[in-house]
């Protein structure tokens, strides 16, 4: 990123030597200075110049800079304020951080020191900028619920969701796990005319499968042991609304046989009944199973494949639309901030750093979105905050792509030297500092410094 010349800074001091060594580190970096001898000053020449900075002394006649920084932050929230302050009044200084100014310079400061505060105020601004230009992009691209995406596989996504939503047709959503298959189905069901009625998500891997019959079809009383009271199946319940069997391919294929029945006779019966129940809900299955090959094998059955694939929809692994990364990144951190109690405070938003988005952008998902959830979360609760550095990413996330199966036997590094590099680059990025590396690495201290020394590094 090229260095900006559009910043506005204003200096308010009533010295004049002040002013002036302000001025030299504001015109050095190549910003536009405004000066102000005066809260008064200050506040006119805000209203006729745009102004991104104030550096404003604490002790003032007439207006101090405490009742300057309140105004500015009541008129204009997003001006960033620096307090110049002497040695006798730090602690008023720091009283004036909780009025929300970015920090406070202790007088007599050297111009590199001003320099230094500066440029890191502009960073800030820099990332507050993107962050709210991603928001932006959440808010205005064509999404549905929480799936966002501005890629053109997304946006094929979202083009069939719109087609299908108003339609009963059965839909089935292939693709690899974590890629938000249920956040579709859901998403199908929210756009339907059919929203106001219940939406049940099964996990077909997950029920154990003496117990599937009965959860999907429901019993009643005395049709096994232990079946003390008549109970409602899954498809009973969802009648009129949407029915999602995630996991599909993972059904018994006795079972598939009497789903497929269901669906094409529109009525079943619960285990140990003789009374057929009808059912009218829209089936919505997923899988990350190659439903072709499960047929070949005799593991799923054609038909009811066939009866299910009305309509398809494949969704992209995360590597393959890696431009919706920052999109994808800025929605989670804004869900796990409202999820822990909301952000009142501008200050306290939750945002990447260029080096953070770089490593993501740079890493493969094979995880795909839930990796990337479960990354922020990480981070977030990991981090100091609230701007996310790479060293607040997990150590895979650092690590080097593997070697991918078409790769030559010369290409290959053995195990022994990619760690080695691991290890480099994490001290090269904790700047030397072991304990941070370590903490990238997910390692203890005691095994950094014990592979330090296999691998003859300087302690």
């Given at each position: ?104 310079i202790v007088k007599p400061f050297s111009p590199e020191e001003m320099k230094l505060l500066i440029r890191r105020l ?218 822990r109690g909301g952000n009142r405070n501008q200050r306290d938003r939750w945002m990447l750093s260029s080096e953070a ?35 607040d990413l997990p150590s895979n996330i650092h690590l080097p792509p593997p070697a991918t199966a078409t790769s030559s ?51």
């Amino acid at each position: 990123m090229g260095a900006r010349t559009d910043i506005g800074v204003l200096i308010v001091d009533d010295q004049e030597m002040v002013r002036g060594v302000c001025r030299q580190v504001v015109d050095s970096l190549g910003y536009r200075a405004f000066l102000a001898e005066s809260g008064t000053e200050a506040l006119q020449l805000m209203e006729q110049h745009p102004v991104d900075i104030v550096l404003a002394d604490l002790k003032m006649p007439g207006m101090s800079g405490m009742e300057l920084l309140e105004r500015i932050k009541a008129s204009s929230p997003r001006v960033e304020v620096i307090i110049m302050t002497g040695y006798a009044s730090v602690p008023s200084a720091v009283q004036s951080m909780k009025l929300r100014a970015f920090d406070y310079i202790v007088k007599p400061f050297s111009p590199e020191e001003m320099k230094l505060l500066i440029r890191r105020l502009v960073e800030t601004l820099d990332l507050k900028d993107e962050n709210r230009y991603l928001r932006e992009r959440v808010r205005s691209s064509h999404g549905f619920g929480r799936l966002v995406g501005q890629s053109q596989p997304m946006q094929h996504v979202f083009k069939v969701i719109q087609r299908v939503a108003s339609s009963r047709a059965p839909v089935l959503i292939l693709g690899e796990s974590g890629t938000g298959k249920e956040l579709v189905a859901r998403s199908i069901h929210e756009h339907s005319p059919w929203r106001d009625k219940p939406f049940l998500p099964v996990d077909c891997a997950a029920l154990v499968p003496s117990l599937i019959e009965s959860e999907l079809f429901g019993y009643v009383r005395g049709a096994f042991t232990g079946a003390i009271r008549s109970k409602d199946g899954l498809l009973q319940t969802a009648n009129g609304g949407t029915l999602f069997l995630d996991e599909v391919a993972e059904l018994p294929v006795e079972l598939q046989t009497r789903l497929l029945r269901a669906i094409q006779e529109k009525e079943f019966k619960p285990v140990g009944s003789t009374r057929r129940i009808p059912f009218d809900a829209r089936i919505i299955a997923a899988t990350n199973r190659n439903l072709q090959a499960a047929i070949e094998q005799g593991s799923f059955r054609k038909d009811l494949f066939f009866r299910l694939n009305v309509v398809s929809l494949v969704l992209p692994p995360l590597r393959e639309r890696k431009v919706d990364i920052p999109l994808l990144a800025e929605q989670i951190l804004h869900r796990l901030m409202q999820a822990r109690g909301g952000n009142r405070n501008q200050r306290d938003r939750w945002m990447l750093s260029s080096e953070a988005l770089d490593r993501l952008l740079a890493y493969d998902w094979p995880g795909n979105v839930r990796e990337l959830e479960n990354c922020m979360e990480r981070a977030m609760t990991l981090g100091s905050g609230p701007v996310i550095r790479a060293c607040d990413l997990p150590s895979n996330i650092h690590l080097p792509p593997p070697a991918t199966a078409t790769s030559s036997p010369e290409s290959v590094i053995p195990l022994e030297e990619m760690e080695r590099q691991a290890i480099l680059r994490a001290l090269s990025g904790a700047g030397g500092d072991k304990l941070l590396a370590a903490r990238l690495l997910g390692i203890g201290k005691t095994t950094l410094y014990r592979k330090l020394r296999k691998y003859q590094q300087k302690v």
